[in-house]
Each structure stands twice: as structure tokens, then as C-alpha cells.
């Protein structure tokens, strides 16, 4: 079975850097593509980007020029840093794999950007 | 704003049978690219409900069931229960925006 857990700070000030991390458990770390994905408080949901084993990426184009993903296969983790962050960003932050879909998702981490 | 649509809410009797819409175009749902659906219970993450518009996981009940037609795409609940109520989601890919994109959301009452 796959397990996917993730954590990172919570409370931002404006301009500041959005640093996220996300752990798998269980086996095929590599077989995957993995997400993150985010929604505002009481809206849609909104695809970030994704990474694989080794290291390529995909990003969503309209936060293409904030967002990073990167990979450590050596912990099976994957991360997300989002930077200049605005009230916008102000949301529930999901890591997720990328099977046929999106099939196990992470707890979730709500991401306040206020001053 | 998403390119994929779906009613904001919906809403049917215990038993009853109620269908979710999502509409899309041509560089998503029309262009042959594969819908998932999502059901999210509130305060929890996404749970994927059906894959490759009509497969569901293991463990999903038979209930929900999805179908596809040009650009349109449903997802049918039957025989429907208190603990399906929630927010669906559709996804798919969009060929035009590089991304993989989400419905606009369906919050599904049980009267």
C-alpha cells in the first residue's frame, strides 16, 4: 500500500518563499509521476506542476515562473517551493501521485500568506 | 477559471438517482483526452471516484459509474446515500494550457 505524508510551514508573509515537502511510503517511487496540487479556501482545485525519479518536470504555465519541484529518491520525497508568495496563494496545499490520475493523495497543508 | 464545467450544485432524495456534467472542448474532453472524478468529503483530501471516465478503484461501490459523449462527460451517482454527500470534481488535460485542469466543482446535496 502507498502512503503519502507531507509538511512544511504554514504561515507566510507576503513576498516570502512557500517551502513544502512530501514523503512516500511503499513501493514504486519511481514508476511515478508525482503532483502537487492546491485550493483556495472554499474554491476548485488547481494542478501545480509534477515530478519524476528523475528529476523532470512539468509545470502548470500560469505558476510556471514561481515554482519549483524537485526530487530525492534516496528518501522518496518530493518538494515544492513557490516563491513571492501574495494573499493569492493562500491555500490548502495537496502532494498527490499521478497514476492513471491522481490516485493517493497527501493530508494536506493549509498555506496562510498574510502580513 | 477552469476550462472544464460543471453545475454548481445538485441535489436528490435518499434512493434516488442524480448525474454531475462536466463540459468541456476540444482541447480536453473533445480532443480524446481521459476524465477522472473526485469525490471530496469536507475537510479531506480529493478521493479519486473514477479513472479513464468509466473505471472505478478498488473499493469504490458500483454506485458511481461515468460516462462520455463528444465533449460532455457524466458522472451518475444511483441508489443514492446520505454519505455521498460532498464536492465532486472532474480532471482531465488540456492540450492548449499544457495542464492538467480541474472541473469547477459539484457540491452534491442529499435532501
Known amino acids: 500500500q502507498v502512503q503519502v505524508q507531507q509538511w512544511g510551514a504554514g504561515l507566510l508573509k507576503p513576498s516570502e518563499t512557500l517551502s513544502l515537502n512530501c514523503a512516500v511510503y511503499g513501493r514504486s517511487f519511481n514508476d511515478y509521476y508525482w503532483s502537487w496540487i492546491r485550493q483556495p479556501p472554499g474554491k476548485g482545485l488547481e494542478w501545480i506542476g509534477e515530478v519524476n525519479h528523475s528529476g523532470y518536470t512539468n509545470y502548470n504555465p500560469s505558476l510556471k515562473s514561481r515554482v519549483t519541484i524537485s526530487v530525492d529518491t534516496s528518501k522518496n520525497q518530493f518538494s515544492l517551493t513557490l516563491n513571492s508568495v501574495t494573499a493569492a496563494d493562500t491555500a490548502v496545499y495537496y502532494c498527490a501521485r499521478k497514476g492513471m490520475s491522481f490516485d493517493y493523495w497527501g493530508q494536506g497543508t493549509l498555506v496562510t500568506v498574510s502580513s | 477559471q477552469s476550462v472544464l464545467t460543471q453545475p454548481p450544485s445538485v441535489s436528490g432524495a435518499p434512493g434516488q438517482r442524480v448525474t454531475i456534467s462536466c463540459t468541456g472542448s476540444?482541447?480536453?474532453?473533445?480532443?480524446?483526452?481521459?476524465v477522472h472524478w473526485f469525490q471530496q468529503l469536507p475537510g479531506t483530501a480529493p478521493k479519486l471516484l473514477i479513472y479513464a471516465n468509466n473505471n472505478r478503484p478498488s473499493g469504490v461501490p458500483d454506485r458511481f459509474s461515468g460516462s462520455k459523449s463528444g465533449t460532455s462527460l457524466s458522472l451518475a451517482i444511483t441508489g443514492l446515500q446520505a454519505e455521498d454527500e460532498a464536492d465532486y470534481y472532474c480532471?482531465?488535460?488540456?492540450?492548449?494550457?499544457?495542464?492538467?485542469?480541474f472541473g469547477t466543482g459539484t457540491k452534491v446535496t442529499v435532501l
Open positions: 476540444s482541447s480536453n474532453i473533445g480532443g480524446g483526452y481521459d
Open positions: 480532471q482531465s488535460y488540456d492540450s492548449s494550457l499544457n495542464s492538467y485542469v
